[in-house]
């Protein structure tokens, strides 16, 4: 392991989110529109569902006004809302470590590598015991949105999972449909879409204009120097050929797109948090202890930061 976690930015995020919390909770209206965006990264959202964990064991739930995710992220988020946010941390070192979601040898004979629509039944209870609650997910007075990438053109969007077609978790299937290693098309409406992360990897400056954020958390789900392990940049390789030009450029580029939304939130006026994370946790670690001591390090980290802003 090589790097640690690390915040970025003002920690007076955090504490405007418990103040719009504390508000709320006493029927008031905060000035404070604080959003949460958590980005996509696969196994290493892990990180992301621990540190949202803490959030909800600390009450701050609401006090988020609106929360956007990416590809794992939308997961992350949708379970936060749903206050079963602990609940969600168990998809990765339970569903995703199985057979059932994940398979080289499948995908090598022309299946997905990565079955997210296993986990789409999970979520909605079709498959043991943890079912997204709908219901309360609609109910939250949190704003959620997630990135889907449309697939004929490779435009990012944002689709309001509370509203989506023919329920929230279609939303969030498409969000974590990722190119190739998940085969089968998702819809909405007539539209097929892709993992979010292809076109917009961390949206930030889109969040900002669109929805006009107070301050904005970011959990990155990645260390600040991010290098993909060698086996998946070899897959990379071998599918490169079949690959739509956005798709390519996304899969072998320089993370071009990342590094300018990065620079905008840095110089932008809008306080911020961004939330680095270690290397411990892969995109496709399959070790249940690993993901486990990740887990219990996000949050761990998210409890002394929220120690540090008067918590």
Avoid at 10 to 30: C, F, H, K, M, Y
Avoid at 109 to 126: E, K
Wanted: with cysteine; aromatic share 10%; net charge positive.
């Amino acid at each position: 392991m090589t790097s640690s976690f690390d915040a970025e930015g003002d920690i007076t995020v955090l504490r405007a989110i418990g103040e719009r919390a504390e508000t709320l909770s006493q029927g008031g209206t905060s000035p404070h529109r604080p959003w949460l965006l958590v980005l996509g990264g696969g196994i290493r959202g892990i990180y992301g569902a621990a540190a949202v964990t803490q959030l909800e064991a600390s009450a701050l739930t609401d006090g988020i006004a609106g929360c956007v995710g990416i590809s794992t992220g939308a997961a992350t988020c949708a379970y936060f809302l749903s206050k079963q946010a602990a609940l969600g941390t168990t998809f990765y070192y339970e569903e995703c470590i199985g057979r059932e979601f994940f398979s080289i040898r499948r995908m090598l004979f022309g299946g997905s590598g990565a079955d997210v629509a296993f986990l789409a039944r999970v979520m909605r209870g079709a498959v043991g015991l943890k079912q997204l609650d709908q219901k309360r997910l609609k109910a939250s007075p949190t704003e959620f949105f997630v990135v889907v990438t449309d697939a004929k053109d490779g435009h990012g969007e944002f689709v309001d999972a509370k509203r989506a077609v023919p329920d929230s978790v279609q939303a969030i299937e498409a969000s974590m449909a990722i190119p190739h290693f998940y085969r089968k098309p998702v819809l909405l409406g007539n539209k097929r879409y892709i993992d979010g992360g292809v076109a917009l990897p961390l949206p930030a400056k889109e969040v900002i204009e669109q929805f006009a954020p107070t301050h904005l958390l970011v959990l990155a789900n990645r260390p600040r120097m991010l290098v993909s392990p060698i086996w998946y940049r070899f897959i990379n390789i071998l599918t490169y050929p079949f690959m739509s030009p956005f798709i390519r450029e996304s899969a072998t580029g320089d993370g071009k797109g990342f590094i300018e939304e990065l620079a905008y939130v840095r110089d932008s006026k809008i306080p911020h948090l961004i939330i680095w994370t270690n290397d411990r946790v892969s995109v496709f670690t399959q070790n249940k202890r690993t993901i486990r001591t990740g887990m219990a390090e996000a949050r761990s980290h998210m409890r002394t930061l929220l120690e540090q802003a008067g918590f």
